[in-house]
């Protein structure tokens, strides 16, 4: 990958975040603190990070973290 992406802390517990991979291929970040997580199947590792990390780096309105809790 030629630049390291950068995911926010989770925006329910605030705990850090990380990507993980799995055995078939699903990209996934994981809250490491509440497990809130995830995940995308998209045809090669960078691009599927990138989106994925704008997805979870995207601010999550009160009814979301309702839903989540």
């Known amino acids: 990958m ?3 992406i950068k995911l926010n802390d989770c ?3 605030g705990a850090e975040a990380e ?3 799995s055995d078939d291929d699903f990209l996934w970040i994981v809250c490491t603190g509440c497990q809130a ?3 995308c199947r ?3 590792e960078e691009l599927s990070m990138s989106v994925l990390a704008r997805f979870w780096n995207s601010p999550i309105s009160e009814e ?3 839903r989540a809790a």
């Open 42 to 44: 998209l045809p090669s």
């Open 19 to 21: 990507f993980k991979i």
């Open 37 to 39: 997580n995830m995940s």
């Open 11 to 13: 925006q329910l517990c």
């Open 2 to 4: 030629n630049e390291e």
């Open 64 to 66: 979301e973290k309702g």
